[in-house]
Nanobody
Framework: QLQLVESGGGLVQAGGSLRLSCAASGRTFSSFPMAWFRQATGKEREFVATITRSGTITSYANSVKDRFTISRDNAKNTVYLQMNSLKPEDTAVYYC??????????????WGQGTQVTVSS
């Protein structure tokens, strides 16, 4: 399993941008597909985006498609989530996860601690 640490969250106005990073420990990062999930207060954790091991294939939740971009740098053991045109409904704790391209959080064995993103209207 990987150890994952997210960063880059914060408070931003609607329409603004943030870039989240997730740094992984271990020399096998490139062998793990990666994903981002989010969880708003009082709601279930939901899928945001996923990326394959090589980074060539990505997929997104409909709610973030065309606004968010997932990418990875295997040389730096890091996966990113570029978030543009942010909306108040994007407010949540964002988590990175390793081990699958599933949209089901139960398919993932490694999780970061999360980073808070708050979008004000």
């Amino acid at each position: 399993q990987l150890q994952l640490v997210e960063s880059g969250g914060g408070l931003v106005q609607a329409g603004g941008s943030l870039r989240l990073s997730c740094a992984a420990s271990g020399r096998t990062f490139s062998s793990f597909p990666m994903a981002w999930f989010r969880q708003a207060t009082g709601k279930e954790r939901e899928f945001v985006a996923t990326i394959t091991r090589s980074g060539t294939i990505t997929s997104y939740a409909n709610s973030v498609k065309d606004r968010f971009t997932i990418s990875r740098d295997n040389a730096k053991n890091t996966v990113y989530l570029q978030m543009n045109s942010l909306k108040p409904e994007d407010t949540a704790v964002y988590y990175c996860a390793a081990g699958s391209t599933s949209i089901d959080p139960r398919a993932f064995g490694s999780w970061g601690q999360g980073t808070q993103v708050t979008v004000s209207s």
